[in-house]
Antibody, heavy 123, light 106 residues
Framework: EVQVLESGGGLVQPGGSLRLSCAAS????????MNWVRQVPGKGLEWVSI????????FYADSVKGRFTISRDNSKNTLSLQMNSLRAEDTAIYFC????????????????WGQGTLVTVSS | IQVTQSPSSLSASVGDRVTITCRAS??????LNWYQQKRGKAPQLLIY???SLQSGVPSRFSGSGSGTDFTLTISSLQPEDFATYYC?????????FGGGTKVEIK
């Protein structure tokens, strides 16, 4: 059974940092692109970042470029999102999302989603 | 690429045929996916590549379209289908979602 489980959310002050993690199981992690997607509670979905299967390629939404860094460890089946210089508008539920294949050169559909971890940026 | 969904909400009865549309700001071929999200839950993939039914999804869901105009159809609405639906283009970065369509009980 495919599972992706996020952790690391919480309350952080504006300008602060937070690192989200995602533990994956039930599939060959090293063969799939992975993504982070966020959602302000009660609002729509916003794609945040993608990383290719071997971590050669990463992309970011303009809203987080230069502040967030996506990474992965294929030996541990884990995905991470380092979030720096956090702003109030980064407050959202962050989902770890598996793509159905690799990014080569297009993204694939998002076939499995974690339950999300809430990040709140507030003083 | 901007993706515009319509309507933003609709009210329908069990058994109704429901259609949701998604328009891309430029051609995305068939790189369009549909997701269902129930309250408090993560989204789930329904349709990928515009018209392919994800494994395990009931056949009352179908998708069509290519280029810029796409449609999600629920042939006979069931009680468990009341949810919010999102389209998403996977043609180019940044990946973008439509604003969502909330399907409510009439």
């Amino acid at each position: 059974e495919v599972q992706v489980l996020e952790s690391g959310g919480g309350l952080v002050q504006p300008g602060g940092s937070l690192r989200l993690s995602c533990a994956a199981s039930g599939f060959t992690f090293s063969k799939h692109a992975m993504n982070w997607v966020r959602q302000v509670p009660g609002k729509g979905l916003e794609w945040v970042s993608i990383i290719s299967s071997g971590a050669e390629t990463t992309f970011y939404a303009d809203s987080v470029k230069g502040r967030f860094t996506i990474s992965r460890d294929n030996s541990k089946n884990t995905l991470s999102l380092q979030m720096n210089s956090l702003r109030a508008e980064d407050t959202a539920i962050y989902f770890c999302v598996k793509a159905s294949g690799d990014y080569n050169p297009r993204s694939r559909e998002f076939d499995y989603w974690g339950q999300g971890t809430l990040v709140t940026v507030s003083s | 690429i901007q993706v515009t969904q319509s309507p933003s909400s609709l009210s329908a009865s069990v058994g109704d045929r429901v259609t949701i549309t998604c328009r891309a700001s430029q051609s995305i071929s068939s790189n369009l996916n549909w997701y269902q999200q129930k309250r408090g839950k993560a989204p789930q993939l329904l349709i990928y590549a515009a018209s392919s039914l994800q494994s395990g999804v009931p056949s009352r869901f179908s998708g069509s379209g290519s280029g810029t105009d796409f449609t999600l159809t629920i042939s006979s609405l069931q009680p468990e289908d009341f949810a919010t639906y999102y389209c998403q283009q996977s043609y180019s970065i940044p990946l973008t979602f439509g604003g969502g369509t909330k399907v409510e009980i009439k």
